[in-house]
């Protein structure tokens, strides 16, 4: 039995919802994850209004392409909580599981993400917090330190390959991390090295991130050391790849499949 792999919207941010659905659906992925709310204010979201919600998931049925996460939420000192109930309400009508969100760091952080995990908790969704290095919370170990500082029940450490490399984690650690707080994981590539200064980490991962095997991040070791049931998704934003999206999106999930192939002697 194949590995399920899901397609993160940010790898074709520009497609519709439906669009990326019927993408996924074309090039072997099993599920998608979608921008149901805006990284910064009047930046590109997708979240949709009742008609085209409704549409989304006649799509959806159709494709027999299921949501399991929205992103992204910046957790910081101007978000209001319950600002994120539509997107929630949307992401809970479409069956989704998760909410993908990173943080800045600011007096009443802990409180704020309680909250924000209790919203998600009553419409069944979980919370899955990434490190990045350009962000307060930038490391493995300062996002479990949120989740336990908050007492959230529902959260759990986002597994995001770049940001896991670029904010000092390694391979082995996602391995130590305790059970259950490691719910979900995105696959990319990128050079072994990492880009001096936030402005071109900022750049890379928006931009620069490469196909599994392209670059020399230990991604046999991080898919290795992931939970068995650990959802995957591919999040791989390229401002270079040209090739039209059901090339590139083929080429995605056969590069990424192929890290979840059966080892042969």
């Known amino acids: 039995m194949t590995r399920p792999i899901g397609l993160g919207h940010f790898t074709f941010l520009d497609l519709p919802p439906a669009e990326l659905v019927r993408l996924a659906r074309r090039s072997g992925f099993d599920f998608v994850g979608l921008r149901f709310h805006p990284v910064s204010s009047g930046a590109l979201n997708w979240l949709p209004d009742a008609p085209g919600l409704r549409e989304l998931a006649r799509v959806m049925d159709g494709e027999g392409i299921g949501l399991y996460d929205i992103e992204t939420v910046v957790i910081d000192e101007t978000l209001e909580p319950e600002s994120l109930v539509p997107a929630m309400e949307a992401a809970k009508a479409l069956g989704a599981k998760r909410v993908n969100v990173c943080a800045d760091v600011f007096p009443a952080l802990a409180e704020t993400f309680a909250r924000i995990s209790a919203l998600a908790t009553a419409r069944g969704l979980g919370l899955d917090l990434e490190c990045m290095a350009w962000r307060g919370i930038n490391t493995p170990r300062a996002c479990l330190d949120l989740i336990a500082a908050s007492g959230a029940t529902g959260a ?62 230990d991604l046999a070791g991080f898919v290795r050391a992931l939970p068995a049931a650990a ?21 995605i999930f056969s590069a990424a499949s192929a890290l979840f192939a059966p080892e042969t002697a």
Not at 246 to 251: G, K, S
């Open 156 to 217: 759990a450490y986002l597994a995001d390959a770049l940001h896991h490399s670029r904010c000092g984690g390694v391979s082995t650690d996602i391995a130590a991390i305790p059970a259950g707080m490691v719910v979900s994981a995105q696959l990319c590539d990128a050079p072994a090295t990492a880009p001096s200064g936030n402005s071109a980490l900022l750049a890379e991962a928006r931009g620069g991130r490469l196909l599994p095997g392209e670059g020399g991040l």
């Open 231 to 251: 959802a995957v998704s591919v999040e791989i934003p390229s401002a270079s790849d040209a090739r039209p999206p059901l090339e590139r999106a083929r080429a």
